[in-house]
């Protein structure tokens, strides 16, 4: 595969975690990394010194090199600038990470046979870790696939996806990382109430729970790990029993519902 030149639409969270994932796994497959954003040229400049990569204020310069072009910005915004795109692509591949987004809303704006893609990954990017379900339209030639599972395996594991399931799968692996994290802060509150240090309550909980993740990812399954900790009649049990009545399957099932909700409503008004 050629070296890669990536051009960025929005220098924000997600797009910094990607670029310090790709920086740190893929350097060798990119030749150019260009970062541009609407209007913070601090943000930009923070952007520079920390990974080295070209900045930006204006992305049209950038089109015609690029070979992923790679939207990480508010769904809102995608519509004005693939608009302010659209003259300008060739043969780039379009690339979104916009929840509730999907291909179509890239198809319909952008030149017909444009090869796009649709990733959904975490910020756990930043360290090589995220999980992404990516989905690619029928225009996406083999090379641009290439391109493709390089940056998502740059940034930890990619999984290839219909449409339909990574808009299911927003809530359960772009989000939920924010749910692990409230529980972090909520077990380390706890852990401070008793008297821990901040710091040292903060590592036991970091550890506890990336012990936990290593065993579901050594192929565990989460109910037999479950088992295994909470001993017939035990104290893990009776800690369950607390979540189990006060509904957190519910309060799960809800929250992973409301995020995707919110994700298609963002998205709404780009039908037209
Ligand atoms: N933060 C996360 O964990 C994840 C975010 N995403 C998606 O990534 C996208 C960006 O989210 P964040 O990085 O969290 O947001 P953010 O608010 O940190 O960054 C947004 C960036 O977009 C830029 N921007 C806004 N309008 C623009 C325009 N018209 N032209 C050029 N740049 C523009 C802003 O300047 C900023 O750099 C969203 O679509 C979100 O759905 C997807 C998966 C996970
Ligand atoms: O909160 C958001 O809108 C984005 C989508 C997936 C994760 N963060």
């Not at 740059?154 to 999984?159: A, D, H, L, N, T």
């Not at 359960?172 to 309550?201: H, K, N, W």
């Amino acid at each position: 595969m050629k070296k890669v030149n990536v051009l960025f639409i929005g220098a924000g969270r997600m797009a910094e975690a990607i670029i310090s994932g790709l920086l740190k796994r893929q350097r060798e497959k990119i030749n150019q990394i260009v970062v541009t954003n609407r209007s913070n040229r601090e943000r930009l400049e923070e952007i520079e010194g920390r990974y080295g990569v070209t900045v930006a204020q204006s992305w049209q310069e950038h089109v015609p090199k690029a070979d992923v072009i790679l939207l990480a910005m508010p769904p809102d915004y995608h519509p004005e600038v693939l608009t302010s795109l659209a003259p300008h692509i060739q043969d780039q591949l379009v690339a979104t990470v916009a929840g509730g987004m999907g291909l179509h809303r890239l198809e319909k704006r952008l030149p017909s046979g444009t090869a796009v893609a649709w990733l959904m990954p975490n910020t756990a990017a930043h360290i090589g870790e995220s999980i992404s379900p990516y989905t690619l339209n029928a225009h996406v030639t083999a090379e641009q696939k290439v391109m493709v599972e390089m940056m998502v395996e740059g940034i930890g594991k990619g999984v290839a996806c219909s449409e339909q399931e990574v808009h299911d799968l927003t809530a359960i692996t772009g989000s939920a990382p924010a749910f692990i994290y409230r529980i972090a802060e909520l077990l380390e509150e706890s852990a401070r109430d008793v008297g821990m240090p901040a710091e040292q309550a903060h590592q036991l909980v970091a550890q506890m729970i990336y012990g936990a993740g290593k065993m579901l990812i050594e192929g565990e399954d989460p109910a037999y790990l479950r088992d295994q900790v909470a001993s017939p009649g035990g104290s893990t049990a009776a800690g369950l029993g607390v979540l189990e009545k006060r509904g957190l399957r519910d309060i799960m099932r809800e929250a992973v519902q409301a995020t995707n909700e919110r994700a298609r409503e963002l998205t709404a008004d780009q039908e037209t």
